[in-house]
């Protein structure tokens, strides 16, 4: 079995001690994929207080740039976008973003449309409303 760790020049650096993916024989694994800027600390769409607490967000401007980092880890790795085979999706507001996300979603995936599960939390790791896991084949 060959497993390489990838590292992404296009897209925006890990929070954390991980690879953007890992190809395992043919399947490519992302780690989890947010809406931040290569390069930039501000997050598109979101204001925050002093304290770093979110005043408002954007969920379409969000969607668009985690859409944006998928593909440009994909292209990275070797893939491309129609070959996501499954997707899980994180929102931290079920009720409000599911509409316009949703939309969005089916906008990017009208060709190919992989598995996909959505589920709400209450947080992530950084003041966004969005994150997305996902697998690939290679």
Same mark, same amino acid.
């Given at each position: 079995?060959?497993?390489?760790?990838?590292?992404?020049?296009?897209?925006?650096?890990?929070?954390?001690?991980?690879?953007?993916?890992?190809?395992?024989?043919?399947?490519?694994?992302?780690? *989890? +994929?947010?809406?931040? %800027? /290569? @390069? =930039?600390?501000?997050?598109? *769409? +979101?204001?925050?207080? %002093? /304290? @770093? =607490?979110?005043?408002?967000?954007?969920?379409?401007?969000?969607?668009?740039?985690?859409?944006?980092?998928?593909?440009?880890?994909?292209?990275?790795?070797?893939?491309?976008?129609?070959?996501?085979?499954?997707?899980?999706?994180?929102?931290?507001?079920?009720?409000?973003?599911?509409?316009?996300?949703?939309?969005?979603?089916?906008?990017?995936?009208?060709?190919?449309?992989?598995?996909?599960?959505?589920?709400?939390?209450?947080?992530?790791?950084?003041?966004?409303?969005?994150?997305?896991?996902?697998?690939?084949?290679?």
């Amino acid at each position: 079995m060959s497993i390489i760790k990838i590292t992404s020049e296009n897209a925006p650096e890990p929070v954390g001690s991980y690879p953007h993916a890992r190809k395992v024989d043919n399947l490519l694994f992302l780690s *989890g +994929v947010g809406p931040r %800027e /290569k @390069g =930039k600390k501000e997050i598109p *769409g +979101v204001r925050l207080d %002093e /304290k @770093g =607490k979110i005043i408002s967000y954007d969920i379409e401007a969000q969607c668009h740039s985690v859409f944006a980092n998928v593909k440009a880890i994909l292209e990275d790795s070797g893939a491309s976008w129609d070959q996501l085979v499954d997707v899980t999706v994180f929102l931290t507001n079920m009720k409000d973003d599911f509409q316009i996300y949703n939309r969005i979603y089916a906008e990017y995936f009208k060709d190919n449309q992989p598995c996909r599960t959505t589920v709400e939390i209450n947080c992530l790791p950084t003041p966004i409303a969005i994150e997305l896991k996902c697998i690939a084949t290679i």
